[in-house]
């Protein structure tokens, strides 16, 4: 499954399985695009985990290099 919750230009990184549950409050003051969400079940790995207060997804989070 394709996701573009990495994509930049959003105050929220909204969360890639229902698409409606903020995960992480951003400022785009700051420098974009350094955080990826991690869908479930992904052979991405990710650092931390946050529950979709929407969804209840464990939805991984990694630092971009
Ligand atoms: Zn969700």
Redesign the pocket.
Known sequence: MKTKACAAGSNYLI?P??R??KIIAEDNAAVDDMICLIPPGSKQKARWHVK?G??K?QIGISLKR
């Open positions: 969360c399985i229902c409606r549950g979709c929407v969804c997804s």
